[in-house]
């Protein structure tokens, strides 16, 4: 290495340090020291190949190389898995919009011309995430990278299609789905969010027939009454149990349908009675089922009215929510409308509202793939962090629905069937050529594309070679762990779960590590719309990889969201440079002074403090590797951090200067073997959260560490995890005393304005520790700046020193001079002003409280101004005991 510079500059370290690890193949498990050794292997949650980094995908990131660079240390062979998915909606309405942007449409080119732009596009733009991913350290096996629609997973879909389908696991037919108007697509419950919006209840008539008598009902959709085919109401409902099995008449239209009763009906919700729609509502369609009703479906898939609507075909639902009013009013059949706030149904990718609709579509059968994934999990095979989403988990796996997992999409997997012109319908693992019953060739496959989370599911196996039995399939599965968002454990984690069951007869991973959300400083979600995203890229650019990931990874528990300050990340930074000035420091003395060539030896050859960071530095190894081992990584990195920053550098640093400077040549090699040997250890403990700086700062110790560094590997990325050694309870509790001392006396010093130049005298009294104290006379006069000629070190002192601060820490008591450490007139004339201040607030608020201020005022207010009273009368006996002090003698030994 070269001569390390005075300050980090990450910008010129960050990507020559990651082109160096990758072109030496360090990434691949292959690298691993032992070739037998145990695989470490993580499938990453592969990103939309359409999209730009957000802070999602640093988190992800950010805690999957965490873990993989932890376990390649560990002396695993660790595989992480790369990869990016088609996502079928998302990369459709990119190339939509590039079409329209030319003037033309994906209906105007067709079909085949619409793949072969989308496969461009993808060539064209489809790298830049995996490239943005490298950015944040990602130490994936790039040779290995897959996606979703490379040949090989493609054969994996068909494969898993096709043994679904031949055991009747997989079916077609007709049913209430969500439909997105927009995107002119099915998607699955799991795609539709709920927004609390500001909507309108309106309140109509349902007459009857032959009759004057009329039912009074509200829906949020008048749009929808033209498809209405009953009136339900409570069977128990004594204002219209009269009615049941009537007929009433549908507004406008005046078709017939009948008042049925039914106990999911809520009698104190609006009216009390409530239209039934089975073509438009989920719970209208159960009614539905179980009163036979006929489903009449009057929308098309672009949200306009069809023939069903009557004289409101071909109009946008909501002109047909106004026109349908505007007549029903005329008609004198409203009532009255009212603010009504509701959860509307948006389509996650296209934000429009989700309209449920009739259609013929493919589905799955989860209640018998779902029964596994629940057993799984309950016999504790594999284990979700944190362990209350296995409550959510066993909630949605018990009450889950069908999947339906066609897409009425032209990019993304076709589904593998297909029909003949005598009406057959048939799969295959290749495609046919002629019907395998008829034998027509006229057949035709299926338009619809597969849910791209049907692909996904598969991820953990089919990157490995599945279906074929592949050596990355027999060496890397079943993986390790799935680490992801908590929002998608329904979307992709537990279908990943049913599918690796399923397919491969192994759960695809032992262990869930869920992440929050990364919200904004104060708890507000990021929103384009609020204008408060945070973008990473601009964060790396200002404070380094580094900062950003230790502010992630330390910022977050498992299944919790964080809320992320850009104070923190610029904090970070700070510890990147104090980090590297640390090893300046011991970099620095290593070019003057050669340590020895073992770091270990014995107790007796290393003094108190040596024995003492060495101590504390065993311990945080064994906390650290037990907190990362239960995935508390944000405790492992702070507990690190505090190591580093508070005891190596602002505690041992400062106390190995006396050896450095006055001891002799053995001590002085002794002290920078041991600045050595905890730097190396710390920064491989550091690695995994903070690689960049770590592994520069590594390298120019490395050049400078000569026989101590006698066996270090080529790279930190590639070093061994450190373990921990023996425990030294006494030097700890000998250097925590002087610790103590010293913050105590600093304290002191700062509350009495004492010059930060100016050395006092001081007495400790110690007690059993006097003799371990006094071999630290030394450190303790020069760290809290006392005159060591004047500083009395006791086991026990009679009498408190007269004229004298005292203050107690424990295991000691501290005694400092008042006339050595301030000038007692002015100290005098100081504390009387404030006196006079403090005895003139008094006087105000006992004459407040004797008002009738205390009969007007709010109790919160008058309990406020007591509370001020009784801090001043505290602060005044206060001021009288310090001015009392100081007007006795000095006192003088």
Not at 8 to 37: H, I
Not at 199 to 224: G, H, M
Not at 803 to 827: F, P, Q, R, W
Request: aromatic share 10%; with cysteine; glycine share 6%.
């Amino acid at each position: 290495m070269t001569t390390m510079p005075k300050t980090y500059d990450f910008k010129a370290t960050e990507q020559r340090l990651y082109e160096w690890w990758a072109s030496r193949g360090w990434f691949k498990p292959e690298a691993a020291s032992n070739p037998d050794a145990q695989p470490f292997v993580i499938s990453i949650p592969p990103p939309n190949v359409t999209g730009e980094l957000h802070l999602g995908h640093a988190m992800f990131v950010s805690v999957e190389d965490l873990m993989i660079r932890y376990q390649r240390m560990r002396g695993r062979r660790a595989l992480w898995v790369p990869g990016t998915d088609h996502a079928g909606i998302a990369t459709q309405l990119q190339i939509e919009k590039m079409l329209r942007d030319e003037g033309t449409s994906r209906e105007a080119i067709g079909r085949e011309q619409f793949i072969r732009r989308a496969w461009e596009w993808k060539e064209k733009y489809g790298g830049i995430i995996t490239m943005q991913l490298r950015r944040l350290g990602a130490s994936c096996d790039w040779d290995r990278e897959r996606f979703t629609l490379d040949p090989g997973l493609s054969r994996a879909v068909r494969e898993a299609f096709v043994r679904l389908y031949e055991k009747g696991l997989i079916y077609r037919g007709t049913y209430l789905i969500n439909w997105s108007p927009g995107l002119k697509t099915a998607v699955s419950d799991l795609e539709v969010e709920y927004n609390e919006e500001q909507a309108t209840l309106y309140y109509f008539q349902y007459r009857l027939k032959d009759s004057t008598e009329y039912i009074p009902v509200a829906t949020t959709r008048p749009e929808t009454i033209v498809a209405d085919t009953a009136v339900a109401v409570h069977p128990d409902d004594e204002r219209y149990r009269k009615y049941i099995g009537r007929t009433a008449l549908v507004p406008i239209l005046n078709r017939e349908i009948p008042v049925i009763a039914d106990e999911a009906v809520q009698p104190d919700f609006a009216t009390g009675a409530l239209k039934i729609t089975p073509g438009h509502d989920p719970t209208d369609y159960d009614i539905g089922k179980r009163h036979h009703l006929p489903v009449i479906s009057t929308m098309n898939p672009d949200a306009t009215m069809n023939q069903n609507a009557g004289p409101y075909a071909g109009l946008d639902r909501f002109e047909c929510r106004r026109r349908i009013w505007a007549d029903m009013n005329t008609a004198g059949l409203t009532l009255k409308t009212e603010p009504y706030l509701m959860n509307v149904p948006r389509s996650q990718r296209g934000g429009e509202i989700v309209e449920p609709l009739i259609s013929t579509q493919w589905f799955v059968r989860m209640a018998p793939l779902a029964e596994q994934a629940l057993q799984i999990v309950r016999r504790g095979e594999l284990k979700i962090v944190p362990e209350r989403f296995e409550k959510v988990y066993f909630n949605w796996l018990a009450n889950i629905r069908d999947w339906c997992i066609s897409r009425q999409l032209w990019w993304g997997h076709r589904i593998p069937v297909w029909y003949c012109e005598n009406g057959h319908q048939f799969t295959g693992r290749e495609d046919p050529t002629r019907c395998p019953q008829c034998h027509s060739t006229k057949i035709e496959q299926d338009p619809d594309v597969l849910d791209t989370w049907f692909s996904s599911a598969l991820w953990p196996f089919s990157t490995l070679g599945w279906p074929d039995s592949t050596p990355d399939l027999r060496t890397y599965y079943p993986t390790d762990v799935m680490e992801t968002g908590y929002d998608i454990l329904f979307f992709w984690v537990a279908r990943m779960i049913m599918a690796g069951l399923e397919f491969t007869e192994e759960p695809p991973f032992h262990t869930v590590y869920l992440h929050g959300l990364v919200r904004v400083e104060h708890g507000r979600k990021m929103s384009k719309t609020l204008g408060n995203v945070v973008d990473p890229l601009v964060v790396m650019d200002e404070y380094g990889t580094d900062a950003l990931r230790f502010t992630l990874l330390t910022g977050s528990t498992p299944g919790n969201d964080m809320n992320l300050a850009i104070s923190r990340v610029a904090s970070n930074r700070n510890f990147a440079n104090k980090i590297w000035n640390a090893a300046r420091f011991v970099i620095s003395h290593l070019e003057s002074l050669p340590p020895v060539e073992d770091a270990s030896g014995s107790d007796a050859e290393h003094d108190l403090p040596s024995r003492w960071i060495r101590s504390r530095l065993n311990r945080t190894i064994a906390d650290v590797t037990r907190l990362m081992d239960d995935y508390q990584f944000g405790q492992a990195g702070t507990l690190a951090y505090e190591f580093l920053w508070s005891e190596y550098c602002d505690w041992y640093v400062e106390l190995s200067k006396s050896a450095l400077s006055d001891g002799d040549a053995a001590h002085q090699r002794r002290a920078l073997a041991t600045l050595t040997n905890v730097l190396d250890r710390s920064l491989r403990l550091l690695h995994p959260f903070v690689p960049f700086v770590t592994e520069e700062v590594w390298q120019h110790l490395k050049g400078m560490a000569g026989p101590l560094g006698r066996g270090w590997p080529e790279a930190l990325i590639i070093a061994d995890w450190p373990t921990p050694g023996r425990f030294d309870p006494e030097a700890e509790s000998d250097i925590n005393l002087l610790i103590d001392i010293v913050r105590g006396i600093r304290t002191m010093r700062k509350d009495h304005n004492v010059e930060p130049s100016r050395k006092i005298g001081a007495v400790l009294v110690v007690g059993e520790r006097y003799a371990s104290m006094g071999t630290l006379r030394a450190h303790i006069a020069r760290l809290a700046n006392l005159d060591e000629s004047r500083l009395r070190i006791e086991a026990q002192l009679p009498d408190k020193p007269a004229n004298s601060l005292a203050l107690v820490v424990a295991g000691a008591e501290i005694y400092l001079s008042l006339h050595d450490t301030i000038d007692c007139e002015k100290e005098r004339a100081r504390l009387g002003k404030e006196l006079a201040q403090v005895e003139s607030d008094l006087v105000k608020v006992d004459k407040l409280l004797a008002s009738d201020f205390v009969k007007r005022a709010p109790p919160a207010v008058v309990q406020k101004e007591r509370a001020k009273r009784d801090g001043a009368i505290d602060r005044r006996a206060k001021l009288l005991e310090r001015l009392a002090a100081l007007t006795e003698e000095p006192h003088t030994d």
